[in-house]
T-cell receptor, first 115, second 116 residues
Framework: EAGVAQSPRYKIIEKRQSVAFWCNPISGHATLYWYQQILGQGPKLLIQFQNNGVVDDSQLPKDRFSAERLKGVDSTLKIQPAKLEDSAVYLC?????????????FGNGTRLTVT | AQKITQTQPGMFVQEKEAVTLDCTYDTSDPSYGLFWYKQPSSGEMIFLIYQGSYDQQNATEGRYSLNFQKARKSANLVISASQLGDSAMYFCAMREGNTGGFKTIFGAGTRLFVKA
């Protein structure tokens, strides 16, 4: 099966600019996640979708970050305006089932550098 | 409070030897899952092994085993016969929640160095 697809692979922007990341989960996976991984740290959940509904966005900085999952398939994460501290790898993941035993399948991530 | 604690920022192991990576967790949910992921320098996160909170036996997957001690809330990863390709970051993760939604949270990770 095809894995989780993410683009772009790398992005460099200046602070106060906007940026968008795209993710296409594994076919049939109803749950989609966006994680932020700052260098040297573990991934931190930003937002979780079940089909096209938001399950958890408690750690999403909503003043600058937004995400959508139209039609319950692919998803876009946007940052506007970007800050220096947004420099990180943005990981998209999907899981087949919503339960406790369902592992996450990750894409290769987008490495964002804000200068 | 930290939900997932990995106390070893870095670990060294000699090739072909076994190594244990520590993980403790904190939850009040009776149903949860514990996972280990590997992240090589290339950046992708690779699922290694899963242990359910109700599982009686420790999970094993090839050279990976999970030493699950429920009363102590620990879920240590054991890698047997280490290989040079095992050098990577390793993350312990816990999946908890209810029918309204399950969330996966990660520890800070342990960097493993395998020496030839």
């Amino acid at each position: 099966e095809a894995g989780v697809a993410q683009s772009p692979r790398y992005k460099i922007i200046e602070k106060r600019q906007s940026v968008a990341f795209w993710c296409n989960p594994i076919s049939g996976h109803a749950t989609l996640y966006w994680y932020q991984q700052i260098l040297g740290q573990g991934p931190k959940l930003l937002i979780q979708f079940q089909n096209n509904g938001v399950v958890d966005d408690s750690q999403l900085p909503k003043d600058r970050f937004s995400a959508e999952r139209l039609k319950g398939v692919d998803s876009t994460l946007k940052i506007q305006p970007a800050k220096l501290e947004d420099s990180a790898v943005y990981l998209c993941a999907s899981s087949l089932e919503p339960g406790a035993g369902s592992p996450l399948h990750f894409g290769n991530g987008t490495r964002l550098t804000v200068t | 409070a930290q939900k997932i604690t990995q106390t070893q920022p870095g670990m060294f192991v000699q090739e072909k030897e076994a190594v244990t990576l520590d993980c403790t967790y904190d939850t009040s949910d009776p149903s949860y899952g514990l996972f280990w992921y590997k992240q090589p320098s290339s950046g992708e996160m690779i699922f290694l092994i899963y242990q359910g909170s109700y599982d009686q036996q420790n999970a094993t997957e090839g050279r990976y085993s999970l030493n699950f001690q429920k009363a102590r809330k620990s879920a240590n990863l054991v890698i047997s016969a280490s290989q040079l390709g095992d050098s990577a970051m390793y993350f312990c993760a816990m999946r908890e929640g209810n029918t309204g939604g399950f969330k996966t949270i990660f520890g800070a990770g342990t960097r493993l160095f395998v020496k030839a």
